[in-house]
């Protein structure tokens, strides 16, 4: 991957190794893919960071890494889907060989919405999970209305 999601704010890099000019620098190991807003995307982005996992021996964070990615991922299908014109997903995987760091991008500036579902609610728990599985998790809008980068640190 060449470049990245710019914007990364110092406390998603690894200490005292990225200048802010590269928002990559710091985390040797990276992935990009690019989804359709379609259902499909979800199991398709799981299985992917699956194998960049497998790839960069962090297997052990496979579960938290995949539910975080299937979360950002279903939100930002659905947020694509909601526009005028359904943009693709994007997504980073990013690591410095001890921590994973979950980007997705999707053309909607809309902020992600934090809930608190009922406790019979079928959905609104994504980014719950997210929290609860994350070291830590923000978003931020990027600027001219170029949609929002969602992002989440899973650390061993």
Same mark, same amino acid.
């Given at each position: 991957?060449?470049?990245?999601?710019? *914007?990364?704010?110092?406390?998603?890099? &690894?200490? #005292? +190794?990225?200048? @802010?000019?590269?928002?990559? $620098?710091? %985390?040797? /190991?990276?992935?990009?893919?690019?989804? *359709?807003?379609?259902?499909?995307?979800? &199991?398709? #982005? +799981?299985?992917? @960071?699956?194998?960049?996992? $497998?790839? %960069?021996? /962090?297997?052990?964070?496979?579960?938290?890494?995949?539910?975080?990615?299937?979360?950002?991922?279903t939100?930002?299908? @659905?947020?694509?889907?909601?526009?005028d014109?359904?943009?693709?997903?994007?997504?980073?995987?990013?690591?410095?060989?001890a921590?994973?760091?979950?980007?997705?991008?999707? @053309?909607?500036?809309?902020?992600?919405?934090?809930?608190?579902?009922?406790?019979?609610?079928?959905?609104?728990?994504?980014?719950?999970?997210?929290?609860?599985?994350?070291?830590?998790?923000?978003?931020?809008?990027?600027?001219?209305?170029?949609?929002?980068?969602?992002?989440?640190?899973?650390?061993?």
């Open positions: 991957m060449s470049g990245g999601p710019s *914007g990364f704010a110092p406390a998603f890099a &690894p200490p #005292a +190794r990225r200048p @802010a000019e590269d928002p990559t $620098r710091g %985390w040797p /190991l990276r992935d990009f893919i690019e989804l *359709g807003a379609l259902d499909g995307s979800i &199991p398709s #982005a +799981r299985y992917h @960071a699956r194998h960049i996992l $497998r790839e %960069w021996q /962090l297997s052990g964070l496979g579960d938290d890494v995949e539910l975080v990615v299937a979360e950002l991922v939100n930002a299908v @659905a947020a694509s889907r909601a526009m014109f359904p943009f693709p997903v994007r997504m980073w995987l990013l690591s410095d060989t921590s994973v760091l979950v980007v997705v991008w999707d @053309a909607s500036p809309r902020p992600p919405v934090l809930m608190d579902p009922a406790e019979d609610a079928e959905v609104g728990r994504g980014l719950l999970l997210v929290e609860a599985v994350s070291t830590r998790w923000d978003w931020h809008a990027l600027a001219d209305g170029g949609g929002k980068v969602i992002r989440a640190l899973i650390t061993g």
